[in-house]
């Protein structure tokens, strides 16, 4: 399955070439502006499908994944290392990516970076409802801390809550399935519509684009693995194991979210 899949991400990538490189050739600048409008619309629409499940997504997992330990003194220590984690990796992530760009976004990106009181501030939500609905996952993952804490701490009493969001979490990882099978399309259209207009020529400028990226993300990966290991020691394989999957479905879906 996963072999095909990639097979069929491939085939729409080189589709996508083809396509986009036969409205360039064939039609005038405002008919291949046209053509690129229709492709984007489509891309436009898997990037709101992947919006849609984000959020959803981080609050069911983490309310259930917490709500299920047991001991209260676990569940704070874990609450608490997992939230010192989450800013750190964001920060560094931050940081990896202002030295991966222009000397101009860098100073504006650093300046921004140095507001730390309005960074904490931010994390704080004014509603649950608000946070979902704009997609402000910091906040959404403050909520599902104190939420988890609170099923767990609360044990038979909240365990109806627990089985909901157990069965919620189930529903919205079939939901990113899905919408994950969606992707070649857009890949598809993405690569025709970028083509279409641009050209050949635009690949140079999005191959820089994606090397610096995966750049960047190998060594944010690195310099993860190795705080790790400095914590985690000869468990570090283990942990790595238990949450490639769900790392697999934390890239493909923060990728487009970037987007």
Same mark, same amino acid.
């Given at each position: 399955? =996963?072999?095909?899949?990639?097979?069929?991400?491939?085939?729409?990538?080189?589709?996508?070439?083809?396509?986009?490189?036969?409205?360039?050739?064939?039609?005038?600048? #405002?008919?291949?502006?046209?053509?690129?409008?229709?492709?984007?619309?489509?891309?436009?629409?898997?990037? &709101?499908?992947?919006?849609?499940?984000?959020?959803?997504?981080?609050?069911?997992?983490?309310?259930?994944?917490?709500?299920? $330990? %047991?001991?209260?003194?676990?569940?704070?220590? $874990?609450?608490? =290392?997992?939230?010192?984690?989450?800013? /750190? /990796? *964001?920060?560094?992530?931050?940081? $990896?990516?202002?030295?991966?760009?222009? %000397?101009?976004?860098?100073?504006?990106?650093?300046? &921004?970076?140095?507001?730390?009181?309005?960074?904490?501030?931010?994390?704080?939500?004014? #509603?649950?409802?608000?946070?979902?609905?704009?997609? %402000?996952? @910091?906040?959404?993952?403050?909520?599902?801390?104190?939420?988890?804490?609170?099923? #767990?701490?609360?044990?038979?009493?909240?365990?109806?809550?627990?089985?909901?969001?157990?069965?919620?979490?189930?529903?919205?990882?079939?939901?990113?399935?899905?919408?994950?099978? *969606? *992707?070649?399309?857009? +890949?598809? /259209?993405?690569?025709?519509?970028?083509?279409?207009?641009?050209?050949?020529?635009?690949?140079?400028?999005?191959? =820089?684009?994606?090397?610096?990226?995966?750049?960047? @993300?190998?060594?944010?990966?690195?310099?993860? +693995?190795?705080?790790?290991?400095?914590?985690? &020691?000869?468990?570090?394989?283990?942990?790595?194991? /238990?949450?490639?999957?769900?790392?697999? $479905?934390?890239?493909?879906?923060?990728? #487009? %979210?970037?987007?």
């Amino acid at each position: 399955m =996963k072999k095909s899949f990639l097979g069929l991400v491939i085939i729409a990538m080189v589709g996508g070439l083809a396509a986009g490189l036969f409205v360039h050739s064939t039609n005038s600048h #405002s008919g291949a502006l046209q053509w690129a409008g229709y492709f984007n619309q489509v891309t436009s629409i898997f990037l &709101r499908l992947i919006k849609m499940i984000i959020a959803p997504l981080v609050l069911t997992t983490l309310v259930s994944g917490i709500g299920h $330990i %047991e001991k209260a003194s676990t569940v704070g220590r $874990i609450g608490t =290392k997992a939230m010192i984690w989450f800013v /750190a /990796a *964001s920060f560094c992530a931050l940081v $990896i990516g202002l030295l991966t760009v222009k %000397e101009t976004a860098l100073d504006a990106g650093v300046g &921004r970076a140095q507001d730390l009181a309005a960074f904490f501030e931010h994390l704080i939500l004014a #509603s649950i409802v608000d946070a979902l609905g704009k997609n %402000e996952i @910091l906040q959404v993952v403050v909520f599902s801390l104190f939420a988890g804490i609170a099923i #767990s701490s609360l044990g038979v009493h909240a365990k109806n809550v627990l089985n909901l969001m157990d069965e919620g979490a189930a529903v919205v990882l079939k939901i990113t399935t899905y919408v994950m099978m *969606s *992707s070649p399309i857009a +890949i598809f /259209a993405a690569v025709a519509g970028a083509i279409s207009v641009q050209g050949i020529g635009i690949l140079v400028t999005y191959g =820089k684009l994606v090397g610096d990226f995966y750049l960047a @993300l190998i060594v944010l990966i690195g310099f993860m +693995i190795f705080a790790a290991s400095w914590v985690l &020691r000869d468990r570090t394989l283990g942990v790595i194991r /238990a949450i490639w999957s769900p790392a697999l $479905i934390a890239f493909s879906t923060s990728t #487009s %979210e970037a987007a």
